[in-house]
């Protein structure tokens, strides 16, 4: 997918597109199968922006988030790149915040 161009657009979305935009895009780097390359390539790109939607964001904006920042940093390079940027703080709250929130939900 970035070797052929088509990863760019998304990022660019992701970047600079309205909330429900950048809702949508991190959903979708959520979902998507990354090749190590690609997420040191998202990581570098776009991990600020997965931050600062965790910050700011709505719930489901932060969960989308949060599935993308998790599914980059699968790979220990990209997750480095993340730690070293000052996101580690981040990643271990939003962890320990979407795990209480599934933790509730299974209880009712």
């Not at 690609?38 to 939607?53: C, E, H, M, P, R």
């Not at 993340?82 to 009712?108: M, V």
Request: proline share 1%; aromatic share 6%; with cysteine.
């Amino acid at each position: 997918m970035a070797e052929n161009g088509r990863l760019q657009p998304l990022l660019r979305l992701l970047l600079e597109g309205s909330a429900d935009t950048q809702l949508s895009m991190a959903a979708y780097v959520g979902e998507l199968v990354l090749t190590n390359e690609v997420k040191v390539f998202v990581a570098q790109t776009a991990g600020s922006a997965l931050v600062n939607i965790m910050k700011s964001g709505n719930r489901e904006a932060r969960e989308a988030a949060l599935k993308a920042l998790n599914q980059i940093s699968s790979y220990d390079v990209s997750a480095k790149i993340l730690i070293e940027a000052g996101r580690h703080w981040y990643l271990k709250k939003l962890f320990t915040i979407c795990f209480i929130s599934s933790a509730i939900q299974d209880l009712q």
